[in-house]
């Protein structure tokens, strides 16, 4: 079974930077669209930051400027770079791959009950201290 890992989380003081790493066991992905999601206690999930199958890229807005996310498919790998991290950026951040044939726009909107569980990493969390 294809499975998504992620690591890098940790905690850190808010100004400060973090790099997450998601790890897909075999390249059952490359070709799907690949996002960030994150969720803070008593909130629902919500996409961070994303990129489409057609190699488009998207962002919340509340990151831009800070986030980074990249993908190495030849590596399997999905990366955030976070900097200048506030603390409301303290959350789980899950490594999601919101399915085939989709622009980051549509990924980072894409409904989180709507994705298959399978399609979910573990998560990592970032707690971010004033």
């Known amino acids: 079974q294809v499975r998504l890992v992620e690591s890098g989380g940790g905690s850190v003081q808010a100004g400060g930077s973090l790099r997450l790493s998601c790890a897909a066991s075999?390249?059952?992905?490359?070709?799907?669209?690949m996002a960030w999601f994150r969720q803070a206690p008593g909130k629902e999930r919500e996409g961070v930051a994303a990129?489409?199958?057609?190699?488009?890229?998207d962002y919340k807005d509340s990151v831009k400027g800070r986030f980074t996310v990249s993908r190495d498919n030849a590596e399997n790998k999905l990366y955030l770079q976070m900097n200048d991290v506030k603390v409301e950026d303290t959350a789980m951040y899950y490594c999601v791959a919101p399915g085939p044939r989709m622009t980051a726009t549509q990924a980072l909107h894409a409904m989180p009950g709507a994705i298959p569980f399978t399609y979910w990493g573990q998560g990592t969390q970032v707690t971010v201290s004033s």
């Open positions: 075999d390249d059952t992905y490359s070709s799907y669209s």
């Open positions: 990129i489409g199958s057609d190699g488009s890229i």
